[in-house]
């Protein structure tokens, strides 16, 4: 096999052999013009091979000065995880960056994702840190799923790396920075945008009229498939059973009654659980499902981001889009506790943000709130 050292000596010989040949078969004019020539065909990783062997970088050169927060992440991670892993680092960055004299950074992956859905996101690459900074050296201090950043676990006068776990979906610094904040931070694509203001504009008109300004769209997500594979596995005994209509038809009912010209998108991969709740879903609302043709992740999460309201079951992916919609949001109440090493995400914003609400499956409302029968 070749080794990368054989295959550039190799490179390099036959381009000398080749400039040698030149010289003596051509003028110093034409020799010098063929060697701008294969100057620019030589690859850059070739032409700054001593750059990326002395771990330089071409955009970020200089070390951390301060102390490093960044998170982990998993290609087996989807949307919405990579959405709250850098919401939760840049929520954490900001609170706490002069407290302990952060710089954060994210991993490459994550941002090559958030950066197809997200204008111009500013938190770095950490694999861009040159290698000769040495970050790998650094105390590191890992903060548990549900623990904060405390000056106990942060020494001073040395140089640290604060590391979030993979999976995080740290709303207990996304909702104390503020998400009005995030907003600013991360900003849809306009081009997606449009998409999805179009598609509402059509799923409008098989209802009212066009010019209708009192029209209430209400975003309903459904997370099965795997998903439900994975809660049993975490939550054990403790996991009865995913929510079903009768859960939905609850936070239906609050919405019928609140507005009198109110669409219900629901969207779902799980098309085993469409056909078996679908015919006990009610029967008198307006109803569109899985609207967008082809199905695709990034337009689903920014049509049900544009809805005035929400109704999620559970997990990352419509707790995002919930948050952007900004409005009146019902959550599956799985009966365990915010501490609990497993998926408390949507219950926890319902602890913390005054419109966002828990059912049970049995329809019963968990928060204050009172929903009609």
């Known amino acids: 096999m070749f080794t990368t050292k054989k295959l550039l000596f190799f ?7 080749y400039l ?10 034409d020799f010098n013009r063929t060697v701008k020539s ?6 850059p990783v070739l032409q700054n091979a001593s750059d990326v062997n002395s771990g330089k970088a071409s955009n970020h050169s200089q070390c951390p000065q301060g102390n490093i927060i960044t998170v982990g992440t998993t290609t087996y991670s989807g949307l919405g995880n990579k959405i709250w892993e ?8 900001n609170l706490y960056r002069n407290t302990f004299n952060l710089q954060a950074f994210v991993p490459q992956e994550i941002k090559q994702k958030v950066e197809k859905i997200f204008d111009s996101i500013s938190l770095p690459v950490i694999e861009d840190i040159p290698m000769d900074c040495h970050i790998q050296q650094r105390q590191n201090i890992t903060i548990d799923y549900h623990s904060l950043i405390s000056e106990d676990k942060v020494p001073k006068n040395e140089k640290i790396l604060i590391h979030l776990l993979k999976w995080s979906a ?13 907003k600013k931070e991360l900003r849809f694509k306009k081009k997606l945008v449009e998409k999805a203001q179009q598609k509402l504009h059509e799923i409008k008109k098989k209802f009212y009229n066009a010019d209708e300004s009192d029209v209430v769209f209400v975003g309903m997500h459904y997370r ?36 009198k010209k109110a669409i219900f998108i629901l969207i779902t991969i799980d098309f085993a659980w469409l056909d078996k709740n679908k015919k006990c879903l009610k029967h008198d609302i307006n109803l569109v499902t899985n609207p967008v043709h082809p199905q695709s992740a990034i337009n689903d999460l920014i049509l049900l981001s544009h809805c005035n309201h929400s109704i999620t079951a559970y997990g990352t992916y419509s707790t995002t889009a919930a948050l952007f919609a900004g ?15 497993g998926p408390t995400l949507t219950m926890g914003l319902a602890e913390m943000l005054s419109n966002w609400y828990k059912i049970g499956n049995n329809g ?5 709130l009172h929903i009609g029968k």
């Open 11 to 17: 490179f390099f010989t036959t381009i000398i052999i």
């Open 20 to 29: 040698l040949y030149t010289h003596f078969t051509t003028g110093e004019n």
């Open 38 to 43: 294969i100057r620019k065909h030589i690859p």
């Open 86 to 93: 850098y919401m939760s680092v840049f929520s954490a960055y």
């Open 170 to 182: 740290k709303y207990e610094f996304v909702v104390p920075f503020g998400f009005e904040n995030i």
């Open 224 to 259: 099965g498939t795997d998903m439900i594979k994975m809660m049993r596995r975490e939550l054990k005994d403790k996991f009865f059973e995913p929510p079903s209509c009768e859960y939905y038809n609850a936070a239906i009912t609050y919405f019928q009654q609140k507005y």
């Open 327 to 341: 409005g009146t949001t019902f959550v599956y109440d799985l009966g365990i506790p915010l501490d609990f090493d």
């Open 364 to 368: 019963r409302l968990v928060s204050s």
